[in-house]
């Protein structure tokens, strides 16, 4: 599996070459190889692709703490990155809409979608019935 070099194996095979040196090595985490490899030379990360790769390892696994020493970010803003990552994703004027629907208030109808920290706020009151309307 190759997991760092594309843009090099790409320009290669584009001058009509079809052989490269490569460092053969074992790991269980492929992506983290490639992060930390990428991280030491080459162009930084964007924000987005740095979040897309914040994500990817949350989803496959790897502790916020972790994820954090990795990219030098603390465990709060990786769970910020994770949960921004979560919420957009979400169809929130369904949401909203369901609020009128339902008769629950935004928190609980956010908890029932699976999002824990939308940072919606349970003070708002409970919608009016719409047969009260």
Do not use: C, W
């Not at 957009?88 to 109808?109: D, H, Y």
């Amino acid at each position: 599996m190759l997991i760092d070099g594309f843009h090099r194996k790409m320009a290669l095979e584009s001058a009509g070459m079809s052989k490269m040196l490569v460092e053969e090595i074992e790991t269980d985490s492929p992506r983290i190889e490639a992060i930390k490899r990428n991280a030491s030379y080459g162009v930084p990360l964007t924000k987005k692709e740095r979040n897309k790769q914040i994500r990817g390892l949350y989803d496959d696994g790897h502790t916020q703490s972790k994820i954090g020493e990795l990219f030098g970010l603390s465990r709060r803003r990786i769970r910020q990155i994770v949960n921004a990552e979560e919420t957009s994703k979400i169809n929130v004027p369904a949401i909203l809409g369901e609020q009128f629907t339902t008769g629950q208030t935004r928190k609980e109808i956010a908890k029932n979608y699976g999002i824990v920290n939308l940072g919606l706020s349970s003070s708002f009151p409970r919608p009016a019935s719409l047969s009260a309307i």
